[in-house]
């Protein structure tokens, strides 16, 4: 029961935890606790661990053991040791907290705090969501406080491990024998026996065969392989969707529906940025007296742009150009542009009439996902009330899913 005190007896963090332990209630069964009244169940260096502690980490280990493993009878969690393990837990905890109070080591509310939000699960857009954080405790059956008290003990221990260890210093006679066993080497001679050789040589019995198995037996166990029963919610249904919705999506998405102003160009590009290069662009604009005289100097076909792809200097040019317009040259970084305004499209937000469809594409899924979200809900909620998923199938008539036999790497 409790390994950790056996194990280390030796080392110095052991040392330095050893306490009394002075255990003054048992428990009994296998279940969630309740609470009647505020009670006792072990001291450590006369710090009490309450049944309210216990209770919690108690519910909380049951609660993992279950999403892990699913509905399990009361034969088996008993297998799991629970109690046992939750009491070790806890007894660390308050000798952690012993020895760091021993050593002025204290961790603040404000580092627990800035260690949660770090916790990449309770953010949204990469910074620290409440809403999230309480929605994820309440879904796991825990208290923030509860919570809170985990991140602490965590803390601590990092805190402790970091100023028993900082300190350390090695003798040079200490520092030459490591360098030495690191720095070894063995010369390993290899002849090779041909595994035919020792099969003809060796002779056995049913009853060598029987002792081996005896002896070697661990060898020879499955490993332990569980089957999960599930149901499937698909996000699929049929929804209706109202000219009202449409409408007021319509409106409140306007911007997804604005197109940008768009033009259709004929372009010459002069590569260099010296004075000769200038005059040559300068010199072929001039030559330029229609759009058609485009095709002398480039062979590259008209093509559409939209607004953005161009700078904001020459963005505002263009926005005042009009169609058959040559302009330029203008300046780059690798050389001059001579532009041809063949078309322009203004900027407009579609009509709905024209992007109807799409809103009802987007309504629909949108419903969809929010219906069968609402029903997993409901429906998880009715789960945990019959305790578990199998009882409240049995008791609804519903048919449940099942995956193969699946090993502990499967899962």
Request: charged share 30%; proline share 4%.
């Given at each position: 029961?409790?390994?950790?005190?056996?194990?280390?007896?030796?080392?110095?963090?052991?040392?330095?935890?050893?306490?009394?332990?002075?255990?003054?209630?048992?428990?009994?069964?296998?279940?969630?606790?309740?609470?009647?009244?505020?009670?006792?169940?072990?001291?450590?260096?006369?710090?009490?661990?309450?049944?309210?502690?216990?209770?919690?980490?108690?519910?909380?280990?049951?609660?993992?053991?279950?999403?892990?493993?699913?509905?399990?009878?009361?034969?088996?969690?008993?297998?799991?040791?629970?109690?046992?393990?939750?009491?070790?837990?806890?007894?660390?905890?308050?000798?952690?907290?012993?020895?760091?109070?021993?050593?002025?080591?204290?961790?603040?509310?404000?580092?627990?705090?800035?260690?949660?939000?770090?916790?990449?699960?309770?953010?949204?857009?990469?910074?620290?969501?409440?809403?999230?954080?309480?929605?994820?405790?309440?879904?796991?059956?825990?208290?923030?406080?509860?919570?809170?008290?985990?991140?602490?003990?965590?803390?601590?221990?990092?805190?402790?491990?970091?100023?028993?260890?900082?300190?350390?210093?090695?003798?040079?006679?200490?520092?030459?024998?490591y360098f030495n066993y690191t720095h070894q080497y063995l010369k390993i001679v290899e002849a090779k026996l041909p595994l035919s050789f020792c099969e003809n040589?060796?002779?056995?019995?049913?009853?060598?065969?029987?002792?081996?198995?005896?002896?070697?037996?661990?060898?020879?166990?499955s490993p332990l392989k569980i089957k999960l029963a599930y149901l499937y919610f698909p996000f699929k249904g049929k929804v209706k969707i109202s000219e009202k919705?449409?409408?007021?999506?319509?409106?409140?998405?306007?911007?997804?529906?604005?197109?940008?102003?768009?033009?259709?160009?004929?372009?010459?590009?002069?590569?260099?940025?010296?004075?000769?290069?200038?005059?040559?662009?300068?010199?072929?604009?001039?030559?330029?007296?229609?759009?058609?005289?485009?095709?002398?100097?480039?062979?590259?076909?008209?093509?559409?742009?939209?607004?953005?792809?161009?700078?904001?200097?020459?963005?505002?040019?263009?926005?005042?150009?009009?169609?058959?317009?040559?302009?330029?040259?203008?300046?780059?970084?690798?050389?001059?542009?001579?532009?041809?305004?063949?078309?322009?499209?203004?900027?407009?937000?579609?009509?709905?009439?024209?992007?109807?469809?799409?809103?009802?594409?987007?309504?629909?899924?949108?419903?969809?996902?929010?219906?069968?979200?609402?029903?997993?809900?409901?429906?998880?909620?009715?789960?945990?009330?019959?305790?578990?998923l199998t009882l409240w199938a049995k008791k609804e008539k519903v048919r449940l899913s099942e995956t193969k036999y699946l090993t502990r790497k499967e899962l």
């Amino acid at each position: 029961m409790f390994k950790f005190l056996r194990k280390g007896a030796t080392s110095l963090v052991a040392k330095i935890f050893l306490a009394v332990i002075v255990i003054v209630f048992v428990f009994w069964g296998i279940g969630t606790f309740t609470i009647r009244k505020k009670e006792l169940v072990a001291k450590v260096n006369d710090i009490p661990i309450t049944l309210k502690e216990f209770t919690e980490y108690y519910n909380f280990k049951i609660f993992q053991i279950k999403q892990t493993f699913g509905e399990l009878n009361q034969a088996t969690l008993k297998k799991f040791h629970i109690k046992e393990q939750v009491l070790e837990t806890l007894i660390k905890d308050k000798l952690l907290e012993t020895e760091a109070e021993k050593l002025g080591i204290k961790i603040y509310p404000i580092e627990i705090k800035y260690a949660i939000a770090q916790i990449s699960v309770f953010q949204e857009d990469g910074k620290f969501s409440p809403r999230k954080y309480q929605t994820i405790l309440n879904r796991l059956g825990i208290t923030s406080s509860f919570f809170e008290n985990l991140i602490k003990y965590d803390l601590l221990q990092e805190r402790i491990k970091s100023v028993l260890t900082s300190p350390i210093l090695v003798s040079e006679k200490e520092a030459k024998d490591y360098f030495n066993y690191t720095h070894q080497y063995l010369k390993i001679v290899e002849a090779k026996l041909p595994l035919s050789f020792c099969e003809n040589q060796i002779r056995y019995t049913f009853e060598d065969l029987k002792n081996y198995y005896l002896a070697h037996r661990d060898m020879y166990v499955s490993p332990l392989k569980i089957k999960l029963a599930y149901l499937y919610f698909p996000f699929k249904g049929k929804v209706k969707i109202s000219e009202k919705e449409i409408k007021r999506y319509y409106e409140k998405n306007i911007e997804k529906f604005k197109q940008p102003l768009r033009v259709k160009l004929k372009k010459i590009f002069i590569p260099g940025t010296n004075n000769a290069t200038y005059e040559k662009a300068l010199k072929i604009k001039n030559q330029l007296k229609d759009l058609k005289d485009f095709k002398k100097f480039t062979k590259e076909p008209s093509t559409w742009f939209e607004e953005s792809v161009f700078p904001p200097r020459l963005r505002f040019i263009i926005e005042k150009a009009k169609p058959k317009e040559i302009l330029g040259p203008f300046k780059l970084e690798s050389g001059y542009l001579i532009l041809g305004i063949e078309d322009i499209k203004p900027a407009q937000i579609l009509p709905l009439n024209k992007v109807k469809s799409e809103i009802i594409k987007e309504l629909k899924k949108e419903k969809i996902i929010q219906e069968v979200t609402s029903k997993v809900d409901s429906i998880y909620r009715e789960v945990i009330k019959e305790d578990g998923l199998t009882l409240w199938a049995k008791k609804e008539k519903v048919r449940l899913s099942e995956t193969k036999y699946l090993t502990r790497k499967e899962l």
